[in-house]
Each structure stands twice: as C-alpha cells, then as structure tokens.
C-alpha cells in the first residue's frame, strides 16, 4: 500500500478492520485449521531435521522480549498489517536452535496480540491465527536446516537464501489466504509485497545485532530505542489512514442521504436513479472497470439527477412538452447537481464532474459544455446510455413504456449521434441480450412445468372472469 492508498487498497484496509473485531467464519476455521496443521508438521519435521540443542538462556529470553516490542509496531496494509518483526527474529535466529525459533515467534505473537484482546480490539478467537501468521519463521529456518548450517556460520548467500524462504513462505500462505477466502485478487496481493521491502531494510539491522549477541547477551536491547522510533511513525500513520477512512465513509454516508432525499422528493426519479445505478455496474463489470471508477460510477449514476431537486415540480412533472423556457431551467439541473457534490468535497467533485457530463451527447449537441466524442468522461457516457434506456422502458409523465423491441430500436438508433456506439454495443451485448435470454428461458420453464401438471377444469361463470 502506498503513502496515498488507493481506493482498493482503502477498501481492503476497512475490510480487513471489521474483520479483526468480528467473529471467524467457517471458512476462516477451516483455512486456519488447515494451515495451522500444517505449520506443526512442518514444526515436526524441521525437529526432526535439527533436534534442539542446549542453549544460553538469557540472550534468548533478550531477544524473545524484543521481538514481543517489535511485534507491538504495526504498520497497516490492506490485509491487515505488517510488523517490525525483522528487528526480532533474526536475532532470535542467532540465540535458540532453529527448531525452537518458529515456536518462540508464535508465542511472542501471542503475547503481543494479549493488550488487543483484554481491550477487545481483538477477539481471543483470532489467536487461533497465530500459527498461520507465524509460517514466515518456516522459510529461513528450513534454508538453513537444509543446509545444516548454523545462522553464525552462515555465508552472505545463504542468509540471503534465508531471507527469500521467509518471504516465499509468508507469501504463499498470504496469497492462499486472501485469494482464496477473501476473493482478493493475485494482483493486489502482488502490489502489497513493498512490506517486504521494510523487512529487507530491517534484517540488515537484526544481523548486524544478531551477531554480537555471543559476545555481548544484551546487545539486542541496542533495538529498543529503534522500536520505539518506528512505534512513533506507525502510530501516526495509523491515525492518518483511521482519518481517511472515516472521512471516506462520511462522503458516501452523505451521498446515500442525497439518494434518499431524492426518492422523497420525487419517488419515479429516486426509482429511476437506482435502476440506472445496477445497469451501470452491470456494464462497467463487462468493461473492466478500475473499482475506483466503478465508485464513481455508482455514486454518480446514483446522483446524476440529484439537480433535479432544485428544479420547480411543475416543471418537473408538467404532463406535456415543455416550453423553451422550461426548458432552458430543467437544462441547469446538471450544473446545480454538480454544485451540490462540489460542496460535499472529496471524490465526491469527481462524480459532479460526471453529473455534469451526464446530458452531453456522442456528436457534441449536448449541455451544458457541448462536449463530443471522448471528451465525455466514459461514465458520464455510461450513465447516458443506461439512463436512455430505463427512461423508454419506464413509463414518464408524457408517455408510456416503449415495449423492449422499441426501445432497442430507438438506442441503437441513436448510436453514433446521442450515444457513445462502443458503449452501446456493450450495453446490448453484456445487459439487454441476457436478460432478454434469462426472461425467455424463464417463461420456457414455467410453460414446460404447466404442461406437466393435471388440467384444471374450467369453472363456468363468474368464478372463470378475469
């Protein structure tokens, strides 16, 4: 995640919040049961490899107390977070036999996670985790096991060896994780491996303690004044981003409370407005849009006629044509929705950007800009299309609904001159064509299941009446 996340990575990052204050799942048991199980035969088989041996007791317990620190800075990702955990485990690695060091990172992850759970910002069923989030320990452990060699023997190759078989292991069973159970996709995942990165930096400083700790037991201390520096940081990130969320969450709080007023204010346009927002995601699921403009595209697509509120009724829902001057003030409703989302501020004058474009047309005879072709922001153009065709199917104040062979008739006509014809196309292919095959196959169904039942007899007189 960046310095500026983006909104996928906001979305993750709120996600991933709620999930740690709520109650496992049980796919989340099952995951975590299955990793766990394996975590402990791979425990088993690198105790077998390289059965412990006796060991200094105090520089471990050192080194213990400093990954326990060390596990208290969190820096928040959207999965969760990372931890300065670097600072501790590689000069534990240097401290205990290798077999016992993926035992200790668990019960310092334990210990760490204790003040979450007596304040309940964690629930103590999430310590069930603690030994999938401890198979980074596998990798440098199983390198150096392999290799039957000793952290302080070790050459330059081989620690770097080590420290790609943390990194390999805590990412497959990250991506397992977050793919499987949470529909992430791979390249999300892939975008926040920069905490490895952190990690990188971090080691070079563990190494550089881990290997005074023979001569000197209590030089892992030498981290703790480090600890406390990255602790100041992550604190006030995490407060930045807690303030971004939140500010994120009050600007669609805000627009969902102008969907509101807008079905109170007038019940066919709020209706309206929200069949035009599930034809729009629908279309821009087809074309692939980035989630952060399918947001915008929601909320725009949602308030696109939110100008409408500034608008006389009368005018609004005059039974026939309307003059040119009414006319002329039913055209500002456009420049007065974006006025309204400009003062909500945020992505929110994004989305007035496209309220604005929403009634410009392909050939550049549109208001209020006159804009043509791509100039149109391509979720104003979106909205256009979905918004002409709910309007034909549903009935108006002027007209009834045109059936669906009509109203197709009418869009595609209009395809090139009012409507973008790409979009158009799109629209026809992804939206109409299967739910007019979803329609078809439904009536196909339901006439099959009657052809199977008993006839009815025909009940004579008034009862027959419809």
Excluded at 283 to 294: D, G, I, M, T, V
Aim: negative net charge.
């Amino acid at each position: 995640m960046s310095f500026e996340p983006s909104f996928e990575e906001q979305e993750l990052l709120a996600e991933s919040v709620k999930r740690e204050h709520s109650r496992m799942d049980s796919r989340d048991r099952v995951a975590v049961t299955i990793i766990g199980a394996a975590f402990f035969a791979a425990l088993a088989g690198l105790w077998a490899l390289e059965p412990p041996h006796s060991f200094p007791i105090v520089p471990a317990l050192i080194c213990l107390l400093v990954l326990v620190l060390a596990m208290l800075v969190r820096f928040d990702t959207p999965f969760g977070c990372t931890r300065a955990t670097q600072l501790g485990v590689v000069p534990l690695l240097f401290a205990v036999p290798l077999a016992i060091v993926p035992i200790a990172v668990a019960a310092a992850m334990a210990l760490a996670w204790l003040p979450d759970i007596r304040a309940g910002e964690l629930r103590p069923s999430r310590l069930l985790q603690i030994p999938c989030n401890a198979w980074f320990a596998i990798g440098p452990v199983a390198v150096l096991a392999l290799a039957h060699v000793e952290p302080r023997d070790a050459g330059a190759v081989l620690l770097l060896a080590a420290l790609g078989g943390q990194f390999l292991a805590d990412f497959i069973v990250s991506s397992v994780r977050f793919v499987l159970l949470r529909g992430v996709t791979l390249a999300a995942v892939l975008r926040s491996t920069w905490v490895y990165g952190i990690d990188a930096a971090l080691s070079g400083v563990g190494l550089v303690v881990a290997e005074e700790i023979h001569a000197t037991p209590l030089a892992p201390l030498a981290l703790v004044p480090l600890l406390g520096l990255l602790a100041v940081f992550a604190h006030e990130r995490h407060q930045r981003l807690q303030s971004m969320l939140e500010l994120s969450s009050a600007y669609r709080g805000t627009a969902l409370v102008l969907g509101d007023v807008i079905e109170a204010d007038d019940g066919y346009t709020g209706e309206h407005c929200k069949s035009v927002v599930s034809l729009s995601l629908e279309l821009a699921e087809h074309l692939k849009l980035p989630p952060e403009r399918q947001r915008n595209l929601e909320f725009a697509a949602l308030l696109h006629d939110v100008g409408k509120i500034a608008i006389p009724k009368e005018i609004i829902n005059k039974p026939g044509k309307l003059d040119p001057h009414e006319w002329t003030i039913i055209k500002t409703h456009t420049l007065e929705g974006q006025k309204m989302l400009d003062r909500v501020g945020g992505f929110m004058r994004e989305v007035g950007h496209i309220v604005r474009s929403h009634h410009e047309r392909w050939d550049g005879a549109g208001y209020p800009d006159g804009l043509a072709g791509e100039q149109i922001p391509l979720e104003a153009r979106i909205i256009t299309c979905c918004d002409t065709w709910n309007a034909m199917r549903t009935d108006r104040p002027y007209r009834q609904a045109l059936s669906e062979e009509v109203a197709l008739a009418e869009l595609t006509s209009v395809a090139g001159t009012q409507l973008d014809p790409d979009i158009v196309d799109a629209f026809v292919t992804f939206v109409i064509q299967p739910a007019a095959e979803a329609e078809a196959a439904a009536i196909s169904d339901a006439g099959a299941a009657s052809a199977t039942r008993a006839p009815t007899p025909l009940v004579a007189g008034p009862a027959a009446e419809i």
